[in-house]
């Protein structure tokens, strides 16, 4: 963690001190290449930072989820705000109906999803996200075209601080995937791992639906 904490505040300072030099002659590329090198650092330590803190809530069992009806293409659009359209194949039925979850806390599990299944898909092979309803559950699926984990390993990567194998530092501390099963198991979901048909690893998420909530509500009152 402080190996990875270290890396963007390092890309940080180095570009700010390049550009406040009174002694370095910059031309405008080169302004241009330490500005784009300082915002991805930062957006990198961003990232690292939410996480970590994220992580620290589960842990205290601070995350209190406030439940409600939520659009599933609103959260995955607030989800991939920081990410390459081009690498992301959105499916979504127009008629897909409401899941009933904490829309905050669905958006920080999917951004952390999406951008896991980003960095291990190749380029120019776009993630593919879709969803269904089967029952009274919401399905979604986020699909990559990495090189997947194997069977006797997926249940691992949901831990906190863990890198399978020999992933670079840049891969991040290992925290992504394990506040993503924290936040959705929180409101009353669920996330599993699975072989992508073609190729990768699907990450699997069920969630509640506003159908199930208002029959389960009906039975309560029944009982």
């Known amino acids: 963690v402080s190996h990875d904490l270290r890396t ?28 784009t090198t300082v915002a991805d650092s930062t957006e990198r330590l961003q990232s690292l930072v939410d996480n970590l803190l994220d992580m620290s809530r589960l842990d205290a069992g601070a995350v209190r989820p406030m439940v409600g009806e939520v659009w599933l293409p609103d959260v995955i659009a607030a ?14 039925p127009i008629d897909l109906p409401p899941a009933f979850v904490d829309e905050g806390l669905l958006e920080r599990a999917l ?9 291990f898909s190749p380029e120019g092979v776009p993630v593919e996200v879709n969803a269904a ?8 699926r986020v699909a990559d075209r990495g090189p997947g ?3 006797d390993q997926r249940d691992r990567i949901f831990e906190a601080f863990q890198r399978l194998g020999d992933a670079p530092r840049s891969q991040g501390v290992g925290l ?10 929180a409101v ?9 048909p073609a190729g990768g690893l ?11 909530a208002a029959a389960e509500v009906a039975h309560e009152g029944s009982s």
Request: charged content about 20%; proline content about 7%.
């Open 79 to 92: 989800a991939a705000r920081d990410l390459d359209p081009a690498r992301l194949h959105v499916n979504i």
């Open 8 to 35: 963007p505040l390092a890309g940080i300072k180095a570009g700010v001190t390049s550009l406040r030099s009174n002694d370095a002659v910059l031309s405008p590329d080169d302004r241009a290449e330490l500005l």
């Open 176 to 185: 992504g995937l394990a506040v993503a099963r924290g936040f959705v198991e």
């Open 133 to 140: 309803i089967v029952g009274r559950v919401m399905v979604v």
């Open 111 to 119: 951004a952390n999803v999406l951008e896991n299944a980003v960095r």
């Open 149 to 151: 984990v194997p069977p």
């Open 202 to 212: 699907t990450m699997l998420i069920r969630l509640p639906t506003a159908a199930a």
């Open 188 to 196: 009353g979901g669920t996330i599993e791992a699975e072989d992508t």
